[in-house]
């Protein structure tokens, strides 16, 4: 049986920085282990950077006061902007940011502007080769499953291997940061060996593709602009996240659903550009679990869209009418102004999102074609569902340990972070934790 001091479960931003920071103590004896021979993430979709505290963590979660956090994300920063192809794409403090803070601010909407990076999803392999190469005592267990944990008496024993040809690893510290598309599968794994878990939010919306021209007046300041909502008539919080000028919208499979996303290259730009609209779902009783609302959800626009998602044009939408195949482009409605960069099916979003969603999704819309009028230009593209699942949360320590004694948690997947930036954040703090815990 193979033995290790820390196996982490996990490829991505938040299993590479913890293995790193391992590392640069004086640990050897290191495994990552993902069933991926590359991280399915955010380190291989677009490389956007965001180098702010308010984006991408709860400092409050963490116990991070301002200059600890600061301190951290700078400690990220150094790392991540010498990769290849990276480059920075936002300079915050500018007389245009602090002119498009006060726009946002007579709509009582808050602006974020941070110090932005971005390196571009044809650009994705080679930082992920660069990152790896760091590390040079930590042994990769790529394109192997961890198929279940076991709790020893003195150590950790995890089951894994290549599809069916099963073998042990042994280790007596584990990370899990199995990123978004492992998190169900570590949540069963955590509650059969009595690891605590709670629900946490969802968020829950659509992706926005327009012309790019009416938006460049602002990303070409911005480039990936947040604007956070907090909605009159339910009093709900709804926010942009993920903006790509001249990216593509694309579809992401969970199995027995697709959900939208987006992206950006580096080396080819698209007409249009797009950004999620968000809103953010907490659940309480009688029902608070979240994960299945999302899944509700998502699976009714799979039917609704005979397995694909749904699209639907502003102008359509605002006449209370679907979108149609033999319209879509129609130039009489000036529909021709934005071509889709994604094919999806068209139709009428209204009928598979709760009521509630649309109202604050259209009531933001209306709030920041404000701002930056043209966002509801007729031709603008509207697909859903975009939902993004950080829903279970592991109530842990301050260095991310959990209620089971060894095992610690990290990144997007076990609801500690919010992106590359803040998953590289948690990484390292587990693996400080580690190290002042048990080694």
């Known amino acids: 049986m193979e033995k290790y001091d820390v196996l982490i479960i996990g490829s991505g931003p938040a299993g590479l920085f913890a293995a790193m920071e391992l590392e640069r103590r004086g640990l050897k004896r290191i495994g990552i282990i993902d069933r991926e021979t590359y991280p399915a993430g955010g380190l291989l979709n677009d490389g956007k950077l965001n180098f702010h505290r308010r984006i991408g963590i709860d400092t409050a979660e963490l116990g991070l006061d301002d200059t600890r956090a600061d301190a951290l994300i700078g400690e990220v920063k150094e790392i991540l902007t010498a990769v290849p192809g990276c480059r920075q794409v936002t300079f915050p403090g500018t007389d245009m940011i602090l002119a498009w803070e006060r726009i946002a601010w007579e709509r ?6 941070p110090e932005q990076w971005h390196w571009g999803t044809d650009n994705g392999r080679r930082v992920v080769d660069h990152l790896r190469n760091r590390l040079k005592s930590t042994a990769f267990l790529l394109g192997r499953e961890v198929h279940s944990i076991q709790i020893g008496p003195d150590s950790i024993i995890l089951e894994c291997g290549r599809e069916k040809d099963s073998c042990p690893l042994e280790c007596s510290v584990l990370l899990a940061a199995p990123g978004r598309k492992g998190a169900y599968w570590f949540r069963s794994e955590a509650r059969r060996i009595d690891i605590d878990t709670a629900f946490g939010p969802i968020d829950v919306g659509i992706r926005v593709e327009l012309n790019r ?25 709804v926010r942009t996240f993920c903006t790509n000028p001249g990216g593509r919208v694309r579809f992401e499979h969970y199995g027995e659903f697709k959900i939208m996303n987006g992206d950006a290259l580096a080396g080819q730009k698209t007409s249009n550009t797009n950004f999620a609209l968000l809103n953010t779902i907490r659940l309480t009783e009688p029902f608070s679990d979240t994960t299945m609302f999302g899944q509700m959800i998502a699976k009714q626009f799979h039917l609704l869209g005979d397995g694909a998602p749904i699209v639907q044009r502003v102008g359509d939408f605002r006449e209370g009418k679907r979108s149609r195949k033999e319209t879509f482009l129609s130039e009489r409605h000036h529909f021709h102004v934005c071509e ?6 068209p139709g009428d979003i209204t009928l598979g999102m709760p009521a509630r969603i649309v109202d604050n999704l259209w009531e933001s819309l209306k709030t920041l074609d404000k701002i930056v009028p043209g966002i509801l230009h007729p031709s603008t593209l509207l697909y859903a569902p975009e939902i993004k699942f950080f829903d279970t949360n592991y109530p842990t320590d ?14 997007d997947g076990a609801g500690k972070s919010r992106g590359i930036v803040g998953a590289a954040v948690t990484g390292i703090l587990a693996a400080r934790g580690m190290l002042a815990k048990h080694f």
């Open 108 to 113: 009582n909407v808050d602006f974020i502007a």
């Open 213 to 237: 021209k009416f938006f460049d007046t602002l990303t070409d300041t911005v480039y990936d602009p947040k604007f956070l909502i907090r909605t009159n008539r339910h009093r709900d919080r």
């Open 340 to 345: 889709p960069s994604c094919t999806a099916v």
């Open 398 to 411: 301050e260095q991310l340990e959990t209620n089971i004694g060894h095992i610690f948690v990290a990144g």
